[in-house]
C-alpha cells in the first residue's frame, strides 16, 4: 500500500533528524493526517514552503533534508484519503485524449527505465554499498539524492491528476498561490541576505545572492532555475488580478522578484528570465484585457519602476558589466568543461546508459586532476571501545587551476567580542596547515572574519591538543530586523595535507560554549561541508549533459521528447483559450533555457518543482482534450 510504504519512509526519516528527532516526527504524522483530511492543500502547501524546508547548515544533512518529509506526507496523507474514499474514474475519454496520455506515459516510462538503472549503476559503481545519514557527494547515497525527484514526482502524479480532475480551477489557483507564496519567501530571503551583509544598493561588490537554497554550498544555480521557474507566476498574480487591491498585492513581488533576479548577476538568469517573458508577451498578445483606466495607470508605473532597477544595477554597479565583459573568456571556459564531462563517457555503455546517478562530481574530479576536489572532510567511525568518532579533513590532493578550500562549518552565535579562543586535538600522517575562521557568512561571502592557521607535524598514531586565539575585528551580529549568521569552518589548506580532527571547541571570553556536536559523538550531525571560491567539479553546468552523462542517451531522449510534447500541448491550449497554459510554457521555457548553461538535476528541490511543473501542465492540457470533463474543463481553463 502506497500510504503506508510512504509514511513508514518519513517516519523512519523524521526520527533521525540530527536536531529534534521527537518534534520533527510528531510535525510529520500531523501532516499526514492533514493532508489525508484536506487532500487538496498539499498543492498550495508544497510551492508555498519549497524555499524554507532545508536546514542544511544546522543538520549537516546533505542527502536528506526536510523537504523530503513533506513529500512523503503529501504522498502518504493522499492515498490513505484515496483509499478510504476512492474516486470514480472518468470512463468518457475521447480517442485524441488517450493518445496524448499514451504519448505522455510511454515517454515517462523510457524515462523513469533508464533512470532508475542509472540509479542502479550508480550506486553499485561508488563503493562498498555503506549507509550513512551524512553522506556526500562523493559517497553511495548521492545517487539516491539525485534519484528522489524522480521516485516523488512519480508518486505524486496521479494524485495531481485527481486534484485536477475534480476541480482543475481550484488546482491551478492553489499551484499559482504556492508559488507566489514561495516567491515571496525568495525575495524577502534575498532582501534581508543584501541588507545584512552587502548593502541594498551595492551592486559593484562581487556578491551574488543565493537567499535559502543552502545547494550552494558548492556552487551551482539553484536560486536561478528556481527564479526562472517562478517569475513567471508573479505575471500570472497581475494579470488575473481583477481589482485594484488584489493588483497591488502582487505589484510588490513583481519588484522584489525583480531585484532578486538581478541581484543573482547571472547572465543565465537575466536571459531565461527576460526571454520567457517575451514568450509570455507574444502568448498573451491577443487576449488583452479590457482597457480600465487604472490597470493602465498602476501597469506603466510598475514597468518604470522594474526598468529603474535594471538600470540601478547595470548603471550604478560594475560587478555585472565586469561579468558582461568576461563572457567570452567564461563561454570559453565552460565549453572546455563541458568536453571535459564528455570525456567520461568512455565506452559505447557509458553514452547509452550513462555513467551512473550522482557519480559526475567523483568521476570528473577524478578524470581531471588539476579540476578536482579543493578538499574533503570525512568522518571516522569510533574504534571499538569508544563512544565517539572523528573527522579527518584533507586539502585538495594536486594543484588546481584555481585556489579553493573545502570547510567543515558550524553555525554559532555573533557575540561583539574578542577574542575567541579555539581548541581542539589533532594528529597527522602527512604535514597539514589547519586553518580556522570565526565570520559574519550567509553561505558563500565572508564579510568580516577572525581566523588563525596552526601547522600539524606528521607524527604517526600521536594525538597533539591545540589552544589557538583566533585574530580580526570585531565581529557585528547586524541590525535586529537583518540579523548576521555567524559561521565557524575549519579546514586543511596546504595540497596534500591531511589532519584528523576531534574534541572541538570554541569559546569567549566568557568562556561560554558556541559549538555544539563537538566531539563527533552523533557522526557529523550539526556540521555543514562548504566548498570557498571554487566550485568547478560538482557541477557540469548543463541539464542536457548532466542527463546524458549520468543516465544516458536514451534517458537525454526521453526527456527532450516529453519537453516538445509538453510545450506542443501547452501551444495549443494557449490559442485555444486556457489563461493558464501561457504561463506555465513561460516558466518551463525558463527553466530549460537556464539549463543551457546550469546544472538543474543535482538539485532535489527545483528538480522536483520543474517536474510538477511538468506534469500539471500536461495533465491540464491534457483534460481540455476530454470529452467526459469537456464541461468542467472550459469552465476551469478557457
Not at 514561495?182 to 551592486?203: K, Q
Request: with cysteine; hydrophobic share 50%.
Amino acid at each position: 500500500m502506497p500510504a503506508a510504504a510512504a509514511f513508514a519512509v518519513g517516519a523512519a526519516l523524521a526520527s533521525q533528524h540530527p536536531s529534534a528527532p521527537v518534534t520533527v516526527t510528531a510535525a510529520f504524522v500531523l501532516w499526514c493526517a492533514l493532508v489525508a483530511w484536506r487532500s487538496g492543500f498539499w498543492l498550495f502547501v508544497v510551492p508555498a514552503v519549497l524555499p524554507l524546508m532545508s536546514f542544511a547548515p544546522w543538520t549537516g544533512w546533505v542527502v536528506f533534508e526536510e523537504f523530503d518529509l513533506l513529500l512523503w506526507g503529501v504522498v502518504a496523507g493522499c492515498y490513505l484519503r484515496k483509499a478510504m474514499t476512492p474516486t470514480p474514474r472518468n470512463l468518457h475519454i475521447g480517442s485524441r485524449s488517450a493518445r496524448s496520455d499514451r504519448v505522455v506515459v510511454g515517454l515517462a516510462i523510457v524515462f523513469g527505465i533508464f533512470t532508475v538503472k542509472a540509479f542502479v549503476h550508480g550506486l553499485s559503481v561508488a563503493g562498498d554499498g555503506s549507509f550513512d545519514w551524512f553522506q556526500s557527494y562523493t559517497d553511495p547515497l548521492n545517487s539516491w539524492r539525485v534519484f528522489k525527484p524522480v521516485l516523488q514526482a512519480a508518486l505524486i502524479w496521479p494524485l495531481l491528476r485527481m486534484q485536477i480532475e475534480q476541480d482543475a480551477d481550484a488546482a491551478v489557483r492553489r499551484l499559482g498561490a504556492g508559488m507566489l507564496a514561495g516567491l515571496t519567501v525568495v525575495t524577502l530571503a534575498v532582501v534581508w541576505e543584501r541588507l545584512a551583509y552587502i548593502g541594498l544598493w551595492d551592486f559593484s561588490t562581487r556578491y551574488r545572492t543565493t537567499a535559502l537554497f543552502w545547494e550552494m554550498h558548492v556552487g551551482g544555480a539553484a536560486i536561478d532555475v528556481y527564479m526562472a521557474l517562478a517569475t513567471p507566476f508573479v505575471a500570472w498574480g497581475l494579470w488575473s488580478a481583477r481589482t485594484p487591491l488584489r493588483w497591488a498585492a502582487v505589484a510588490p513581488l513583481a519588484l522584489l522578484t525583480g531585484y532578486a533576479c538581478m541581484t543573482t548577476f547571472s547572465r543565465g538568469v537575466y536571459g531565461a528570465v527576460g526571454g520567457s517573458l517575451v514568450l509570455l508577451a507574444l502568448l498573451l498578445r491577443r487576449k488583452r484585457l479590457p482597457r480600465i483606466r487604472w490597470r493602465v495607470v498602476a501597469g506603466w508605473a510598475l514597468a518604470l519602476a522594474l526598468a529603474l532597477e535594471v538600470v540601478a544595477v547595470l548603471g550604478l554597479g560594475s560587478f555585472m558589466r565586469e561579468r558582461m565583459a568576461a563572457s567570452d573568456r567564461d563561454l570559453g571556459g565552460r565549453v572546455e568543461h563541458w568536453q571535459a564531462g564528455l570525456g567520461l563517457l568512455r565506452h559505447p555503455t557509458d553514452w547509452a546508459f550513462g555513467i551512473g546517478l550522482g557519480r559526475l562530481p567523483a568521476a570528473y574530479a577524478q578524470a581531471t586532476p588539476k579540476r578536482a576536489f579543493p578538499g574533503d572532510a570525512r568522518f571516522v567511525p569510533p574504534s571499538p571501545g569508544q563512544s565517539s568518532g572523528s573527522v579527518v579533513l584533507s586539502g585538495s590532493r594536486t594543484p588546481l587551476d584555481q585556489y579553493g578550500l573545502m570547510t567543515l562549518t558550524q553555525r554559532v552565535s555573533l557575540h561583539p567580542v574578542r577574542p575567541h579562543e579555539v581548541a581542539f586535538d589533532v594528529r597527522a600522517t602527512v604535514d597539514a596547515e589547519v586553518s580556522v575562521q570565526l565570520c559574519e557568512m550567509h553561505l558563500l561571502y565572508p564579510k568580516r572574519c577572525q581566523g588563525g592557521w596552526v601547522p600539524v607535524a606528521a607524527e604517526v598514531g600521536t594525538w597533539r591538543h591545540v589552544v589557538m586565539r583566533l585574530r580580526g575585528p570585531l565581529l557585528d551580529p547586524g541590525l535586529a530586523w537583518a540579523p548576521r549568521m555567524g559561521v565557524f569552518s575549519i579546514a586543511v589548506v596546504n595540497v596534500g595535507g591531511v589532519a584528523e580532527l576531534d574534541n572541538l571547541s570554541l569559546v569567549g571570553p566568557d568562556r561560554v560554549e558556541l559549538l555544539t556536536h563537538r566531539d563527533f559523538a552523533e557522526g557529523l550531525a550539526g556540521w555543514f561541508p562548504a566548498a570557498q571560491s571554487y566550485y568547478v567539479p560538482w557541477h557540469i553546468d548543463n541539464l542536457y549533459l548532466e542527463l546524458l552523462i549520468e543516465r544516458g542517451v536514451f534517458a537525454l531522449l526521453a526527456f527532450v521528447l516529453c519537453m516538445g510534447w509538453t510545450l506542443r500541448r501547452l501551444f495549443d491550449a494557449a490559442g485555444s483559450g486556457s489563461p493558464v497554459a501561457p504561463f506555465l510554457m513561460a516558466s518551463l521555457c525558463g527553466c530549460w533555457c537556464v539549463g543551457l548553461v546550469s546544472s538543474v538535476m543535482d538539485v532535489p528541490r527545483v528538480a522536483f518543482l520543474m517536474f510538477l511543473l511538468m506534469l500539471c501542465a500536461l495533465e491540464v492540457t491534457g483534460l481540455r482534450r476530454s470529452v467526459g470533463s469537456h464541461r468542467r474543463g472550459d469552465a476551469a481553463l478557457a
